[in-house]
């Protein structure tokens, strides 16, 4: 059985340019969540979508975030327009209902 | 609200030492809480998990970690260390507020193994 994957590993890009990180969860899980480690501090929360519904965004930073997961399936998070504090590892995972989280390898973002 | 204190920020251990991470939490509910590894390079792997069952749990390598409710803990140990051990240890809990599990985790241990 596949895991969860992101694309890409690695993403580097200038302040003010926007970037669009993809997460295919496990499949037949319905629940799926990004999370994000800036340098240095914790892994946090961001958002979590049960099929293609958001149930969760209390942790998404800003409104130049955007995640969706249209048809329940793989899920894409945007940041639009980058800035510099948006830089770290983003996390995705997926589960089936109220089992544990499967974390796919992330995506580092660099924004410059 | 859920949270998990880890007790230092790095760890170093002699090869064949006792490994012991130590890990507090806060929960309002009976909690689950889990230990993940990362390795170099890689994503987050599921250690160990604990979800009101047996207090003692094991997991893969060789560790383990047991939940005490009077100590809100949740510490990690290994009997042995290896030099394969060396990696990054989050301990987390899951937080089933707005009908959802998100993890909460806490800043993580970075393990070294000395030859």
């Known amino acids: 059985e596949a895991g969860v994957t992101q694309f890409p590993s690695h993403s580097v890009i200038e302040k003010g340019q926007t970037v669009t990180l993809r997460c295919d969860p496990i499949?037949?899980?319905?629940?799926l969540y990004w999370y994000r480690r800036v340098m240095g501090k914790e892994i946090k929360f961001l958002l979590h979508?049960?099929?293609?519904?958001?149930?969760?965004e209390s942790g998404m930073p800003n409104n130049r975030f955007l995640a969706e997961r249209t048809g329940g399936t793989y899920s894409t998070l945007k940041v639009q327009p980058a800035e510099l504090e948006d830089s770290g590892v983003y996390f995705c995972?997926?589960?089936?209902?109220?089992?544990?989280?499967?974390f796919g390898p992330g995506t580092r973002l660099t924004v410059l | 609200a859920q949270s998990v204190t880890q007790l230092g920020s790095h760890v170093s251990v002699s090869e064949g030492a006792l490994v012991l991470l130590r890990c507090n939490y806060s929960?309002?509910?009976?909690?689950?809480l889990f230990w993940y590894v990362q390795y170099p390079n890689q994503g987050l792997q599921l250690l160990l998990k604990y979800t009101s069952a047996a207090t003692l749990v094991k997991g893969i390598n060789g560790f383990e970690a047991e939940f005490k409710k009077s100590e809100t803990s949740f510490h990690l140990t290994k009997p042995s260390a290896h030099m394969s051990d060396a990696a990054e240890y989050f301990c987390a809990v899951s937080d089933r507020s707005a009908g959802g599990f998100k993890t909460i985790f806490g800043a993580g241990t970075r393990l070294f193994v000395k030859a």
């Open positions: 995972a997926s589960s089936s209902y109220k089992n544990t989280q499967y």
């Open positions: 499949s037949g899980h319905d629940n």
């Open positions: 929960s309002s509910v009976p909690p689950y």
């Open positions: 979508f049960v099929k293609e519904s958001k149930q969760d």
